[in-house]
């Protein structure tokens, strides 16, 4: 109890200061002696860990983990804080101070989750951005925000680690992930459930394939032909394989035929700019006849050396072959080959 006047410490219990013999004066102190009671919603949990430590399925005390001497110097330092802080609470962790962010790190990982389930989408990219937040805060709540005071210094430091953990997601998907890329669809595939303008997921290693079977998605840079009088969207687009090396293809009464057999209509649609008859066509060794979608400017007549020229590929030209449908999600699923 202390003394109002000396502010002496004395024991508890006594009327009157040891050291000035002012009289002492206190509210009594009601001391809870109850140890603090287990969440109802635990009680469960923890009956069922009892069990798995009664059969020996789980040991009964789990050692903590021994954390390098190096790992816990290196940690109390700003700069290999934010090293460690690459995986999201390591610098915490090796200090023993993982609980002050064990929810910023789950919340870390639900988003990320959630951003890589909807990549390609704005909202992919919107809970993307907010995962590279989140990771910047983790790494800035280590020691930075006890090393500066001032708002402006904190700004700056979380603006930095903002752009550092940005650069870090970017350089993961450009170098470990650079197998995989997206697509935009240029054609309608009603029996595959694909429709102009779906996004594709593709997979550049296998656009390396020796052979690309009929009824294949590929990935395929686009271009204008024929003298600028038959164009698409330039650029990288998913595109539907109709024939292969060796056969001959042509276009009668609206449907393809290849070597003499007509194709369902289902599974290769022709398409619009392709609907009138076109002669048939070789389709060398090592290249493919792909079916995509062009525009024709005004009425030029589309001839067979023109349907050549925009559908006839060489197999080197074939940036990726498709995998799966990747957007919207309500026909997510994977593509299969016709034959």
Sequence with gaps: MRCQRCQFENIPGESRCFRCGSALEGAAITVDVHPPRMARWKRPIRSVFRWLRRQSILPEAIASPKVPAFLRIMSGNALAGILLSIVPGLAHFVEGRFREVRWWVTGWIVVLLV???????????????????????????????????????????????????????????????????????????????????????????????????????????????GARRVWGVEGEMV??????????????????????????????????????????????????FINVEYNVRGNMAVNTGLVKEACVIEGSRIEAAAVMKWLPLSRRGFLKAEE
Excluded: C
């Design 115 to 225: 951003g890589v389930f909807f990549y390609g989408s704005g909202t992919g990219f919107l809970f993307l951005g907010f995962a590279v937040g989140i990771h910047s805060w983790i790494a800035f709540n280590h020691m930075l925000i006890r090393e500066h005071n001032e708002a402006r210094e904190r700004f700056i430091d979380f603006g930095m680690l903002l752009v550092f953990f940005g650069l870090l997601y970017f350089g993961v998907r450009v170098t470990v992930l650079r197998d995989f890329v997206l697509g935009f669809s240029s054609r309608t595939i009603p029996y595959q459930n694909v429709q102009q303008g779906d996004i594709i997921l593709a997979r550049r290693s296998r656009a390396r394939a020796d052979f690309h079977k009929r009824g294949s998605f590929v990935l395929v840079t686009l271009r204008e032909v």
């Design 239 to 288: 595109a539907h394989v109709v024939a292969v090396g060796g056969e001959t293809i042509e276009v009668t009464d609206g449907v393809f035929v290849v070597n003499g057999r007509p194709l369902d209509k289902e599974h290769f649609p022709v398409p619009q700019w392709l609907q009138r008859r076109i002669g048939q066509i070789y389709v060398p060794e090592g290249s493919y």
